[in-house]
């Protein structure tokens, strides 16, 4: 079964730091990949989605992923964040053999300071 | 914005009775699916639904769940009889297209004593 790994469970950065997020998945067929984003107290929203083409894809608010087959990653990344970018995010996989399921990393909370 | 709505926002029952935990998915959107989220765990899948019947489920899933639509709109999760570690955050979602972007609903938070 497909399983998803974040790295880093907490994250505390200052204003216009750059950021990394880590996220690696087990299973090598044809994924669709995902990032979402939970700001406190709101749902899950979607930042970015990779499902072919260019692996490097731009999402919402200034973020970015780059899909590595060769290593199993969707990393995301922001080149300068702010304190509105304090939240918790998610990558999600969908197994493209596996139906419509997402699997989910277990999240990095990410906190900024102004 | 068309969004993903979800009551109650927070349910209290207590262990062996029944709950009904309601979604309304995006109008357009033919996928529905439910997740859950334990305390400090990750986002599970639990079912998804298309055209009237599920079409996969997690091993969590099992006979005390079970999933409707019993209108054009609503979809709803019922648990028959609550045990203390379905305590959890449920979380409704669905989509356009298959394998395509799942928009999610705020959840409720479920707690079961």
């Known amino acids: 079964a497909q399983s998803v790994s974040q790295h880093n469970h907490h994250v505390i950065l200052s204003e216009a730091a750059s950021l990394e997020l880590g996220c690696n998945y087990s299973?090598?067929?044809?994924?669709?990949l995902f990032w979402y984003v939970q700001y406190p107290g709101q749902h899950l929203q979607l930042l970015l989605k990779?499902?072919?083409?260019?692996?490097l894809v731009k999402g919402i608010k200034g973020f970015e992923a780059e899909f590595i087959k060769s290593k199993f990653s969707f990393n995301l990344r922001k080149p300068s964040v702010q304190w509105s970018d304090t939240a918790e995010y998610f990558c999600a996989v969908n197994d493209n053999n596996a139906g419509n399921m997402l699997t989910f990393g277990g999240g990095t909370r990410l906190m900024v300071k102004p | 914005e068309p969004e993903v709505t979800q009551t109650p926002s927070h349910q209290v029952t207590q262990m062996g009775q029944e709950v009904i935990l309601r979604c309304v998915p995006i109008s357009n959107h033919l996928y529905f699916y439910w997740y859950r989220q334990i305390l400090g765990q990750k986002v599970e899948f639990l079912v998804s639904f298309y055209n009237n019947e599920i079409s996969e489920k997690s091993e969590i899933f099992d006979d005390q769940f079970s999933v409707e639509r019993p209108d054009g709109s609503n979809f709803t999760l019922k648990i028959r009889s609550t045990k203390l570690e379905d305590s959890a955050m449920y979380f409704c979602a669905s989509s356009r297209v298959v394998g395509g972007e799942q928009y999610f609903g705020p959840g409720t938070r479920l707690t079961v004593t």
């Open positions: 990779y499902f072919s083409g260019d692996p």
């Open positions: 299973y090598g067929g044809t994924v669709n």
